[in-house]
């Protein structure tokens, strides 16, 4: 095949040579002609992906716990379509007469019925149509199961329509140099946890499956967002030495990832790692950070059942042993949008990033919540622990929380079981509510911490997985900047640290721009911290503030980011700057 460069938007940096594996899922979108004699094969892949569908389903029912239990209804509803007659023999006979692959018989006929359903006057009846479609990407990413079993390795370059954090989790990561998908956008939670586990990875590339061929060699550039697919020889031999160099740097970073985070004129920055799941506690020792500024804990909710107590609390005394005498902030389940637990999916919020996430799940299903905060409250005994709450925009979230804190702890003492009685209690600003009381939460909490990924996108009133809006995503946009400087005052005017955990703490002109905004700490993903360090000893907080100042008076983005292109140039070495932008 003949070379070939496409392009996407790199979020996880890094480079790989090696072969292309297109993912079951992607097969939802295959469109092939078949001959006669596939078609018999393509009808049992229906029907088969319809058993295996109605299969799960009915796994799942039998596994939701009593607290959940208005899923039982919804998933009973899906599992009847997921056998209705329409579907199934309207894609059957589609097979059949047009001669098309299974994928593309079902997808046609899934867009008709929905079509369908969705012009009814009936609101109820209208409304189907979102469960219609539902389902249909059910039976497609079976399609792509059943077609997965008869492979039996999932290594090399990994392309993939889109990927939930959820199934990067399940990936056995080993074999995989690389992901790229066709949706996604710079701070998904699936490109945070490829950049946590070392994978480079690519999102945004429209014409992927226009050309990846399943084996096809290609090398994938992370920091310059292409790929070269059928490399030639010189192509080849050019990459292997960036790979060998950007390897020595990575290890020179390391080598000085315990000096200090001091700037040049003195001002220490404290430098915190985000961990996204035990996988990525390794690199923790290593890396030079002063504690755990973010643990993103509903990670471990997101295989299948609810972890009870006991296992929240073996895995949270894992992470408090492995941070030493150092902080560790556990931020408590932040579940919904792009992070569901099986159960959450059946009720397919209309939009899930404005839905029931974060805290408001948490207060919602005030039983899950009080599982984990037991949990954390025990692992916390004796330990340099805090909690921190996400998606708060309310103060009665942060004092009915209080007062779920009060309850457990009293309850704790009172069976004389060993706790953390006086534990901090942190807010993430992360919502423009936030930022417009911000104020009034540094007031009511011990702490603040910065969600820069949440945060930008709320306020730009943009998804962070939607490629088409993903020009949006300004870290720089004068609006942003503004509400970063609001949040880091109202905190210091109570007396608070203010970090940011967000991936804009692993950004080079984010640094310097939080520098002379005068943040207290930054938390980013392990690999990163050594790189952040070495920014911050290269930075003058003073020339920062001012930059700051000039920042704080200008209305274009662009000329902001000269400005920090411009302090930036002479200070901190150009290969650093690929952590995000
Ligand atoms: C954020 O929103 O910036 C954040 C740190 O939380 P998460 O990325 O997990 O939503
Ligand atoms: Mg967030």
Not at 172 to 182: E, H
Not at 428 to 436: K, S
Not at 492 to 498: C, I
């Amino acid at each position: 095949m003949a070379r070939k460069v496409i392009r996407g938007v790199p979020v996880s940096p890094g480079i790989a040579i090696g072969e292309i594996q297109i993912l079951p899922d992607a097969i939802l979108y295959e469109k092939r002609h078949i001959s006669s004699s596939e078609v018999e094969n393509e009808i049992e892949a229906i029907k088969n992906a319809s058993a295996t569908v109605c299969g799960s389903l009915e796994e799942t029912s039998a596994n939701i716990p009593p607290n959940l239990s208005e899923y039982h209804d919804v998933i009973a509803a899906q599992t009847e379509l997921a056998r209705d007659a329409r579907i199934l023999d309207g894609a059957i006979a589609r097979v059949r007469h047009k001669k098309i692959c299974a994928a593309w018989a079902l997808s046609e006929t899934i867009e008709e019925l929905a079509s369908l359903f969705k012009s009814m006057a009936d609101p109820y009846l209208s409304e189907r149509a979102q469960d219609i479609k539902l389902i249909g990407k059910c039976l497609g990413s079976a399609l792509g199961g059943c077609a997965a079993a008869t492979r039996n390795d999932l290594g090399g370059i990994l392309a993939a329509y889109d990927l939930s954090p959820a199934h990067v989790l399940k990936l056995k990561l080993d074999g995989i140099q690389a992901i790229l998908t066709v949706e996604g956008g710079i701070s998904s939670h699936t490109a945070i946890l490829a950049r946590g586990l070392k994978v480079p990875a690519l999102v945004g590339i429209s014409s992927l499956f226009a050309h990846a061929r399943n084996n096809a060699t290609a090398i994938v550039d992370a920091f310059r967002g292409q790929i070269i697919l059928d490399p030639d020889a010189s192509d080849l031999e050019k990459y292997q030495k960036s790979l060998n160099h950007y390897n020595l740097f990575e290890q020179n970073a390391k080598d000085a990832a315990k000096l200090p985070a001091v700037t040049v004129d003195g001002k220490t920055v404290k430098v915190r790692a985000n961990i996204d799941n035990l996988r990525e506690l390794s690199a923790l020792p290593n890396s030079g950070a002063a504690g755990i500024g973010l643990y993103r804990t509903e990670f471990s909710y997101l295989g299948g059942e609810l972890p009870d107590e006991e296992s929240l609390h073996n895995e949270y005394c894992a992470i408090i042993g492995s941070a030493g005498s150092q902080k560790v902030i556990f931020r408590t389940l932040d579940v919904g949008a792009d992070k569901i637990l099986p159960v959450q999916e059946a009720l397919h919020e209309p939009n899930p990033a404005l839905g029931l996430r974060g805290i408001r799940f948490c207060l919602k299903k005030e039983d899950i919540f009080v599982t984990q905060l037991r949990a954390i409250l025990r692992a916390s005994h004796g330990a340099n622990a805090a909690i921190m709450l996400p998606m708060v925009s309310t103060l009665a979230e942060i004092a009915a929380t209080r007062q779920l804190i009060a309850k457990i702890t009293a309850d704790l003492a009172s069976n004389g079981i060993p706790h953390a009685p006086n534990i901090e209690l942190g807010v993430m600003i992360e919502t423009p509510a936030a930022v417009m009381i911000s104020d009034a939460i540094a007031a009511s909490c011990d702490f603040i911490s910065i969600g820069t990924n949440d945060l930008l996108h709320y306020l730009m009133a943009i998804d962070r997985n939607n490629r088409h809006v993903a020009y949006l995503h300004d870290p720089l946009h004068p609006a942003f900047i503004r509400c970063l400087k609001q949040i880091i005052d109202s905190a210091h005017k109570h007396g608070r640290e203010v970090s940011v955990c967000g991936e804009l703490a692993a950004d080079a002109a984010g640094i310097a721009l939080l520098l002379g905004m005068d943040i207290d700490a930054l938390s980013g993903s392990p690999r990163f911290v050594p790189a952040i360090k070495h920014i911050l000893r290269n930075l003058n907080s003073r020339d920062c503030a001012s930059l700051a100042r000039m920042a704080m008076d200008e209305q274009d983005g662009e000329k902001i980011k000269k400005l920090l292109d411009e302090l930036l140039h002479d200070s901190v070495d150009t290969r650093l700057r690929f952590i995000i932008h």
